[in-house]
């Protein structure tokens, strides 16, 4: 690392007192303490623990998804036909414009209706975290986590003819996000934990991280997905996620609560009075007054616009590639996931890679800041994204599809990096409701993301030509916009601060 970056601006109370005050030499082995003994205590250990999290709830996740989507279109395509039997229609057979068209529809209306409850839930519980701490919010989210996706094989499994004549009815699963938040405030809160444990030139590694176990999960859950969908149908995947989720529950209990009890704001005394309420009530507004006053310097919502975006680039790759690949080149849903595993992989050196190149950026030979060279990443990801969207909107045969799947991957780390350079504008006991803002902006993204889509997705069935690639002329759209608000970031102002001969010295010493 250089010898030129500022000392963080962050204290480490999770440290043992006689190195509480300490700058960015703590090392990674200090250990925690009020770590139970039989829970990780290091911060190298619960960035590791946290990432092996990730990655389960992302695999997990992902072993559900494909044979969710086979069993809705396989909801759709009966009542296409106007078959009543219990039979699953041969998938083949689903692949008209009308099935699809109302398919697309359907997973873009019941995104919406999910990211909406998501956003009742996910800010309030994001500073729930910081008065009561990270792991109580965590096991709150964890049941809404298991309840919401859990509820859609229950009812298209014992309630089939039910959500045949109205598919909707599977927003209902959408209504256990209000139990703690769900998987979003799930994923909020590991991020929150990685931050307070990591010194600020130390985020932006944690967060590859994390991101490095995501992509694991979202590796190794397609594959094994895919041999079990080929293999035993849907049903066997989805019993798979299930029995993986109690495991997912006793892996929590590994990890330390990471906010320290000095650094969360006081509950009171549990009184339920008008007068008590009234407090309480005025206590969340300040709350959310302070969130809002981060809109006052200009860089953070210019680098929330790649959270915004975040929502539609993350259905395109999940729910739109899915049925276009299906659709247009002929392949089925199962077979889809072997297209995506390479990726995955792919993405994993990627990753891997990052953390030397930003090393390489921050020595004396570039002697870029970790605020720069946070940004500078997230601007050349911004641009992979954008034109490895433009490569598949214009590929009429699946191998320029590839060709932009894997430039776009060279880009997939774009979320840590943006979380780490927007982390830059916080004090450390904001980091959890900043987070919480990103999850709420993310949300609101969903907006502009699966309903839009699936108008694309329609348009590009109904028009043809070149017409078929406008969901990644869409998604090529809002990469361009959010690469040129960070164009505009300007390096924090708390950057400013001294250097080991006491000279003064800016983080942004080196422009880029």
């Known amino acids: 690392m250089s010898n030129h970056e500022p000392h963080a601006h962050e204290d480490a109370p999770l440290l043992g007192h006689e190195r509480q005050h300490e700058s960015e030499s703590i090392s990674d082995e200090a250990p925690i303490i009020n770590a139970a003994r039989w829970q990780v205590k290091t911060r190298s250990s619960i960035v590791r623990t946290i990432a092996v999290v990730q990655c389960a709830i992302i695999g997990t996740g992902m072993?559900?998804?494909?044979?969710?989507?086979?069993?809705?279109?396989?909801?759709?395509?009966?009542?296409?036909?106007?078959?009543?039997s219990l039979d699953v229609i041969d998938e083949m057979k689903c692949k008209t414009d009308e099935v699809q068209a109302q398919m697309a529809y359907l997973l873009g209306w019941l995104g919406l209706f999910h990211s909406i409850m998501s956003l009742l839930s996910t800010f309030p519980f994001g500073m729930l975290a910081d008065k009561i701490g990270r792991k109580p919010t965590i096991l709150l989210a964890s049941i809404g986590m298991a309840l919401g996706p859990l509820s859609g094989p229950f009812l298209l499994g014992f309630f089939q003819s039910a959500v045949r004549k109205n598919p909707y009815i599977l927003m209902t699963s959408s209504l256990f996000l209000l139990i703690g938040g769900g998987t979003q405030v799930v994923l909020a809160m590991?991020?929150?934990?990685?931050?307070?444990?990591?010194?600020?030139?130390e985020k932006a590694a944690s967060f590859l991280q994390l991101t490095f176990g995501a992509t694991v999960g979202g590796l190794v859950g397609p594959l094994l997905n895919?041999?079990?969908?080929?293999?035993?149908?849907?049903?066997?995947?989805i019993s798979v996620s299930i029995c993986c989720m109690p495991f997912i529950f006793l892996s929590f209990g590994f990890l330390p609560e990471t906010l320290p009890v000095d650094r969360r704001k006081k509950g009171g005394d549990g009184d339920l009075s008008v007068e008590s309420l009234k407090r309480k009530v005025g206590a969340a507004l300040v709350?959310?007054?302070?969130?809002?006053?981060?809109?006052t310097n200009?860089?953070?919502?210019?680098?929330?616009?790649?959270?915004?975006f975040q929502a539609a680039r993350y259905t395109a790759y999940t729910s739109t590639i899915l049925q276009y690949v299906s659709k247009h080149f002929g392949w089925r849903l199962a077979q889809t996931s072997f297209l995506l595993s390479p990726f995955g992989l792919l993405n994993l050196i990627v990753l891997a890679v990052l953390p030397r190149i930003s090393t390489l950026l921050m020595s004396h030979r570039f002697g870029y800041s970790s605020f720069n060279k946070d940004l500078l990443l997230t601007r050349y990801s911004t641009v992979l994204l954008f034109v490895g969207a433009v490569v598949e909107g214009f590929s009429h045969n699946i191998v320029l599809f590839i060709i932009g799947l894997f430039i776009e991957t060279f880009g997939a780390a774009v979320s840590p990096l943006a979380r780490a350079t927007i982390t830059h504008y916080v004090d450390p006991e904001?980091?959890?409701t900043l987070y919480a803002l990103i999850s709420t902006t993310e949300i609101f993204g969903t907006f502009i993301g699966g309903p839009a889509l699936a108008w694309c997705f329609d348009q590009g069935l109904q028009k043809k030509g070149l017409w078929i690639g406008m969901p990644w002329f869409y998604i090529a759209l809002l990469c361009f916009i959010a690469w040129t608000g960070l164009l505009f970031v300007q390096p924090p102002a708390k950057s400013r601060s001294t250097n080991g001969n006491g000279e003064d010295e800016r983080v942004d010493s080196h422009e880029d």
């Open 63 to 84: 072993l559900l998804l494909i044979p969710l989507y086979r069993l809705i279109e396989d909801s759709v395509c009966h009542v296409f036909y106007g078959d009543d």
């Open 190 to 201: 590991l991020y929150a934990m990685a931050a307070d444990v990591s010194s600020e030139k």
């Open 226 to 237: 895919g041999f079990l969908m080929q293999k035993y149908g849907p049903w066997v995947p």
């Open 287 to 295: 709350e959310l007054r302070k969130a809002l006053a981060l809109f």
């Open 298 to 308: 200009p860089s953070i919502p210019l680098i929330l616009l790649t959270f915004l």
């Open 430 to 432: 904001h980091t959890s």
